[in-house]
């Protein structure tokens, strides 16, 4: 999932920052050049825990946490930051669950009243908040909304950072000097004449044989059996056809379409997906975010910015809109470039707004920082997913009544010809083109090692997950080693601490036999001076 950015001054129209935004779940600190300071709290991003329940009784999304309706204009309280709020009332739910221990495994907190939703957080802390800091915090939820690719009445209050336990992606946020499209233009160099453009597929028609439910394992034997009979038969058991009528053969395809593109059919399956395939196709969240980008004759912002923010006054409808700006010119040879981010509603409202509204709505955000006497754009470009028949919107989210196992039910394989990849299919790092990627070469291990193995049984049925590391097995991995290591520590220091004992006890009886050889001398002198 892709992060907060970094946030404005309270009571400011816009921040500057040195930073690019954050992503995959990581926070950047407010840097302000304008406005008042911004209060440590304010820069202080948490992200709460989550807790395990059962998706189908969650009744709680974001939106909850949001009732500006219930604030009064009054003084700045600590307690309005977005994470701060939802980490009070994650609490809260931990604490009524703990508090129900004769019902194990029925996630209790999800069935008490509006006190444990995130709203009633914020609107039951001490004091109120200022309209200047109502707006500061809208573009915080702007920030979230954009971060998870859906407004917050969309998202799973339980599960929406799903993917935090894994940490994300190390190393620095950074930009790709001349896009990001280098990287599939380099692999796809690789493929030659076998790469087909221009080629949407339709259809896609497959055998049934050796196909298992995904909660049921079967009779061992039978499915072995079906295995093997689908070994024996033709290892062309795929037909996909083309838009322009064509019809290709295939041991197995590999589905990588978006997960938008799922939802509404863009490609039928014949047979039919199964049932549990397609409910997990249902249940998992397909957000949208949009861009509005800008060619000026010149550049009058800083040069040296990666981003800067600006707030929206006008609330949820509108907050999302143009809220930050991305200085492209660094990564395009210096073309004075500017990319607008819209999220939330209204990302959804771009796709039907047309590009001089869109760029009006850039302007007027622009102006409110730099003035109004601002160069005309020369060029204006904007990005509407939503619209796009090959995409149906930007990235997954995990939605309300829905939860991380989604992304596990999605990466599983239909019998042994239908497998399945894209970022909707990596629980670890979804939302991403690291995630993306991933998740196509774990499938395609996956379909060498079928292709290889036509009559292993289990090939199939075992969803392949994204080869990682999630930080609690990271600690676990640690404190193992530490165990290890104080294992080894102890017996070492019991090694030593038995050697010295044992050269003391030597050094003792040697000292004890100096002892009493010196005492046997002394006798014997005595002895022999009595008889002089």
């Given at each position: 999932?892709?992060?907060?950015?970094?946030?404005?001054?309270?009571?400011?129209?816009?921040?500057a920052?040195?930073?690019?935004?954050?992503?995959?779940?990581q926070?950047?600190?407010?840097?302000?050049?304008?406005?008042?300071?911004?209060?440590?709290?304010?820069?202080?991003?948490?992200?709460?825990?989550?807790?395990?329940?059962?998706?189908?009784?969650?009744?709680?999304?974001?939106?909850d946490?949001?009732?500006?309706?219930?604030?009064?204009?009054?003084?700045p309280?600590?307690?309005?930051?977005?994470?701060?709020?939802?980490?009070?009332?994650?609490?809260?739910?931990?604490q009524?669950?703990?508090?129900?221990?004769?019902k194990?495994?029925?996630?209790?907190?999800?069935?008490?009243?509006?006190?444990?939703?995130?709203?009633?957080?914020?609107a039951?802390?001490?004091?109120?908040?200022?309209?200047?800091?109502?707006?500061l915090?809208?573009?915080?939820?702007?920030?979230?909304?954009?971060?998870?690719?859906?407004?917050?009445?969309?998202?799973?209050?339980?599960?929406?950072?799903q993917?935090?336990?894994?940490?994300g992606?190390?190393?620095?946020?950074?930009?790709?000097?001349?896009?990001?499209?280098?990287?599939?233009?380099?692999?796809?160099?690789?493929?030659?004449?076998?790469?087909?453009?221009?080629?949407?597929?339709?259809?896609?028609?497959?055998?049934?044989?050796?196909?298992?439910?995904?909660?049921?394992?079967?009779?061992?034997?039978?499915?072995?059996?079906?295995?093997n009979e689908?070994?024996?038969?033709?290892?062309?058991?795929?037909?996909?056809?083309?838009a322009?009528?064509?019809?290709?053969?295939?041991?197995?395809v590999?589905v990588?379409?978006?997960?938008?593109?799922?939802?509404?059919?863009?490609?039928?399956?014949?047979?039919?997906l199964?049932?549990?395939?397609?409910?997990?196709?249902?249940?998992m969240?397909?957000?949208?975010?949009?861009?509005?980008?800008?060619?000026?004759?010149t550049?009058?912002?800083?040069?040296?910015l990666?981003?800067?923010?600006?707030?929206?006054?006008?609330?949820?409808?509108?907050?999302?809109?143009?809220?930050?700006?991305?200085?492209?010119?660094?990564?395009?040879e210096?073309a004075?470039?500017?990319?607008?981010?819209?999220?939330?509603?209204?990302?959804?409202?771009?796709?039907?707004?047309?590009?001089?509204?869109?760029?009006?709505?850039?302007?007027?955000?622009l102006?409110?920082?730099?003035?109004?006497?601002?160069?005309?754009?020369?060029?204006?470009?904007?990005t509407r997913?939503?619209?796009?028949?090959?995409?149906?919107?930007?990235?997954?989210?995990?939605?309300?009544?829905?939860?991380?196992a989604?992304?596990?039910?999605?990466?599983?394989?239909?019998?042994?010809?239908?497998?399945?990849?894209?970022?909707?299919?990596?629980?670890?790092?979804?939302?991403?083109?690291?995630?993306?990627?991933?998740?196509?070469?774990?499938e395609?291990?996956?379909?060498?090692?079928?292709?290889?193995?036509?009559?292993?049984?289990?090939?199939?049925?075992?969803?392949?997950?994204?080869?990682?590391?999630?930080?609690?097995?990271?600690?676990?991995?640690?404190?193992g080693?530490?165990?290890?290591?104080?294992a080894e520590?102890?017996?070492?220091?019991?090694?030593?601490?038995?050697?010295?004992?044992?050269?003391?006890?030597?050094?003792?009886?040697?000292?004890?036999?100096?002892?009493?050889?010196?005492?046997?001398?002394?006798?014997?002198?005595?002895?022999?001076?009595?008889?002089?």
């Open positions: 999932m892709q992060g907060p950015s970094a946030a404005p001054a309270a009571g400011a129209d816009a921040t920052t040195g930073n690019s935004p954050a992503a995959n779940g926070a950047s600190e407010a840097a302000a050049t304008s406005g008042p300071e911004t209060p440590q709290h304010m820069q202080e991003q948490q992200q709460p825990q989550q807790d395990a329940g059962d998706p189908n009784k969650e009744q709680l999304s974001m939106q946490a949001q009732h500006p309706e219930q604030w009064q204009e009054q003084q309280v600590q307690n309005c930051l977005p994470q701060r709020a939802i980490g009070e009332a994650e609490r809260q739910l931990q009524q669950q703990s508090a129900s221990p004769d194990p495994g029925v996630d209790t907190a999800w069935q008490q009243p509006a006190a444990a939703t995130v709203g009633a957080a914020i039951t802390a001490p004091g109120a908040i200022t309209a200047d800091w109502l707006q915090l809208d573009w915080q939820w702007a920030n979230f909304e954009y971060g998870c690719n859906a407004s917050l009445d969309e998202l799973s209050l339980q599960h929406w950072d993917d935090g336990e894994w940490g992606f190390g190393g620095p946020h950074c930009m790709v000097v001349g896009g990001l499209q280098q990287t599939m233009q380099g692999l796809a160099a690789q493929l030659g004449d076998a790469l087909r453009l221009s080629c949407p597929v339709t259809c896609i028609r497959y055998s049934t044989a050796g196909q298992q439910s995904a909660s049921d394992a079967g009779n061992g034997e039978q499915v072995q059996e079906a295995a689908a070994a024996d038969k033709q290892q062309r058991v795929v037909k996909v056809t083309t322009q009528g064509e019809v290709l053969e295939a041991s197995l590999l990588t379409v978006p997960l938008g593109v799922l939802k509404q059919g863009g490609v039928k399956f014949v047979p039919a199964p049932e549990w395939k397609q409910q997990a196709v249902q249940r969240g397909f957000g949208n975010f949009n861009k509005v980008v800008l060619q000026f004759p550049m009058f912002w800083h040069a040296n990666d981003c800067f923010s600006v707030t929206q006054p006008k609330g949820p409808d509108t907050r999302g809109r143009c809220f930050i700006f991305w200085n492209l010119a660094r990564v395009s210096g004075p470039l500017l990319a607008a981010l819209v999220s939330g509603k209204a990302a959804q409202a771009a796709e039907a707004a047309t590009d001089e509204e869109m760029q009006e709505h850039a302007l007027q955000a102006r409110r920082v730099y003035g109004d006497a601002l160069p005309a754009p020369l060029a204006c470009h904007v997913w939503a619209s796009d028949k090959y995409t149906k919107g930007g990235n997954s989210y995990v939605a309300l009544g829905c939860s991380g989604e992304y596990d039910t999605l990466a599983q394989p239909v019998g042994r010809s239908i497998l399945f990849a894209g970022e909707h299919t990596c629980k670890e790092h979804p939302s991403t083109v690291g995630g993306a990627m991933l998740s196509g070469m774990r395609a291990a996956h379909a060498l090692h079928l292709l290889r193995n036509p009559a292993e049984a289990d090939a199939a049925y075992v969803s392949s997950r994204t080869e990682t590391i999630s930080r609690t097995e990271k600690r676990k991995c640690m404190q080693e530490d165990a290890a290591d104080d520590a102890g017996r070492l220091h019991k090694k030593h601490k038995k050697k010295k004992k044992e050269k003391k006890e030597k050094r003792d009886k040697k000292d004890k036999r100096k002892n009493k050889n010196k005492q046997a001398e002394a006798e014997a002198e005595a002895a022999a001076s009595g008889d002089e």
